[in-house]
């Protein structure tokens, strides 16, 4: 079947895999499809994004005008995805995720091998490490909180699904979610729009013929309590009923589990790069409404290209496939790695403390998709999330007690409090900035607690995360303050490695993202890896200033770029690398 999206232009855009050659090439996204690569870029490190920052009128008001960020054009550039990056990884990403090519790097770097280890990622977000990793070859666990990121692993991560049911099913999603909207008095796609084939002759049943009069019922899949957890404006009413169609077209028609998980991928994916009224830059912004969109075009398209993804991925693995383990669970317990074979090497980004709130980033289609439906399930969530911004901070909260004693996070800590006042800010938000520090810190303690015990002697881990100056501009020294929460609570600190920098447009100051790299000790206290092989005989592939030392890092920042913050970790590490 030709599916096409009924834009002006009534040429198709995509065809199926069964009918064109799909010609993957290492532009693939751009060149395959055009119109929905636009929106699918929504969440491939802002490549939907205005040229521009919305102003900051357009700014929802929940954002707090104390956010220091960087333009969109700094932010990204090293994070951009590189032609090696491929595909699957762009079916849903964040903004703020890393790219693929660091996991590569880190995989290297840290001296992974696939037949040793099992790599893990306990905040995994949109699953860039465990995929990377096990297109590589390496068995994987991943853990996230937020319920969208266990689908967006899950489905990523499933190389079993049955592709052979998809097609036939997205038909009949197709012709089932017109017939709603039909119901409705809506064709299925925009008024005025060129509808060419988006449901081809061999298709006469379209019209809502094959819906019994009366099953859709949009208010039953979206209960006024779930609508309310939607930010104003971020979602028109016509794209929004396309949307529901196809979500009960899905929940009616698709019975089998892995195909169902990914077409409900596919319309989260569609939800924010075409139905929505949603930017990313980095923070989630609002749109200009539109009055409607193709969503249902732009669906097909999205999932036919998700199967001739997956198609081509797998011609080039050779089953059995490397496990791949998916769990929701909260990162300061990790219960649910009881049981589990001992991790080898964990690439992750954590939250940083900078008020980003991933609840609300990914309302639209966590709410649309079910994973929220209403106050209770969203405070529920939070409450599982490091508190990493001032809106998911709770009364009976206690993680601070766990980094009380570590001078770096109470000095950051103070600081922030002593501006506040100084600046005479009362707001209630503006209270809690001193305490979200702490609080992220003492669960970084809890969630590096709950780890250590679960990685096997000699395990390596890194930490992607970045500096920030969110609170009254108060620098955080993010990754060096984890450094000594790392090393209260047990690991050896190999190194801090600067990854990016981004210039904040508000201070212009050059704001670190860097690599923390850490270790579990070995039981006798040494660093090589395993009884009988040499610490030489590993391969460190290094940086170009080729240093000695602990293997494949720079030099970490030199103190004196350090304006506050724990400076003992340059010096120390400065010294181990002398
Ligand atoms: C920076 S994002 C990770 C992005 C990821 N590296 C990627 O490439 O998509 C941080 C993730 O941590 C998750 N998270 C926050 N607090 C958590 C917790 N306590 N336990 C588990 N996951 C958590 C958030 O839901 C979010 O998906």
Redesign the pocket.
């Known amino acids: 079947m030709l599916w096409c999206t009924c834009h002006q232009n009534p040429l198709p855009r995509f065809r199926s895999p069964g009918v064109l050659p799909c010609v993957l090439t290492a532009d693939r996204g751009r060149s395959r499809m055009r119109g929905v690569v636009r929106t699918t870029q929504a969440l491939v490190n802002g490549g939907n994004v205005k040229p521009s920052l919305p102003k900051s009128g357009e700014r929802v008001a929940e954002e707090s005008a104390a956010v220091a960020e960087p333009s969109v054009a700094e932010y990204v550039v090293k994070n951009r995805f590189q032609p090696a990056d491929g595909a699957v990884h762009d079916w849903y990403?964040?903004v703020?995720?890393?790219?693929p090519h660091l996991v590569r790097e880190y995989l290297r770097l840290l001296d992974a091998d696939p037949d040793r280890d099992w790599v893990f990622?306990?905040?995994?977000?949109?699953?860039?490490?465990p995929l990377e990793a096990r297109l590589r070859g390496y068995a994987t666990l991943s853990?996230?909180?937020?319920p969208i990121?266990i689908l967006?692993a899950r489905v990523k991560l499933d190389w079993d699904v049955d592709l052979e049911q998809v097609e036939p099913k997205l038909d009949e999603v197709m012709e089932y979610a017109a017939g709603c909207l039909h119901d409705l008095g809506l064709g299925p796609c925009p008024e005025g729009d060129n509808q060419l084939t988006l449901f081809g002759p061999a298709r006469p049943r379209v019209g809502g013929a094959r819906l019994p009069a009366g099953r859709f019922a949009p208010g039953e899949l979206l209960p006024a309590e779930a609508a309310a957890l939607i930010p104003r404006d971020f979602i028109s009413r016509k794209p929004l009923l396309r949307v529901l169609a196809l979500r009960s077209a899905i929940d009616t028609v698709v019975t089998q589990g892995g195909v169902r998980d990914l077409m409900l991928l596919g319309l989260a994916n569609t939800i924010v790069s075409t139905a929505g009224n949603v930017g990313f830059g980095p923070e989630v912004y609002r749109l200009p409404p539109k009055d409607d969109a193709d969503v249902l075009g732009a669906f097909a398209t999205t999932v036919s290209g998700m199967v001739a993804d997956l198609r081509m991925v797998l011609s080039r693995q050779i089953p059995p496939f490397p496990e791949a383990l998916v769990f929701q669970?909260?990162?300061?317990s990790l219960s649910a790695l009881d049981g589990r074979p001992p991790i080898g090497l964990v690439i992750?980004?954590?939250?940083?403390p900078n008020e980003k709130d991933?609840?609300r980033s990914?309302r639209l289609e966590s709410v649309l998709l079910g994973f929220l439906r209403s106050k209770s399930d969203l405070r529920a969530l939070k409450s599982?999330?490091?508190r990493?911004n001032t809106r998911n901070v709770f009364a009976g909260d206690a993680d601070d007690a766990f980094v009380a004693d570590i001078p770096s996070v109470v000095r950051v800590a103070e600081e922030i409090e002593a501006t506040r006042l100084r600046l005479g800010k009362t707001s209630g938000f503006e209270r809690q900035y001193h305490r979200v520090a702490r609080l992220y810190f003492g669960?970084m303690y809890r969630?590096l607690s709950a780890l250590l015990p679960r990685l096997r002697p000699g395990a390596r881990c890194a930490y992607?995360v970045g500096d920030q100056m969110s609170f009254f501009r108060v620098h955080i020294r993010t990754a060096h303050l984890l450094a000594d929460v790392a090393t209260k609570a047990g690991y050896k600190v190999e190194g801090i490695d600067l990854w990016r920098t981004r210039r904040s447009t508000t201070t212009g100051l050059d704001l670190e993202e860097n690599v923390l790299v850490l270790r579990r000790p070995t039981a006798r206290g040494g660093t090589s890896e395993e009884p009988g092989r040499k610490r030489d005989d590993w391969p460190h592939p290094g940086f170009p200033d080729g240093e000695a030392g602990a293997p494949g890092f720079r030099k970490p920042r030199s103190a004196d770029t350090c304006r506050q913050g724990s400076r003992r970790w340059d010096h120390r590490l400065r010294g181990v690398r002398r």
Not at 143 to 146: L, R, S, T
Not at 329 to 332: G, I, L, N, P
Not at 348 to 352: A, D
């Open positions: 990403r964040f703020l995720g890393y790219p990622d306990p905040f995994c977000g949109t699953a860039t490490t853990a996230d909180a937020n990121s967006a669970e909260d990162a300061r992750t980004s954590p939250p940083y991933y609840t990914t599982r999330l490091l990493s669960g969630h992607v």
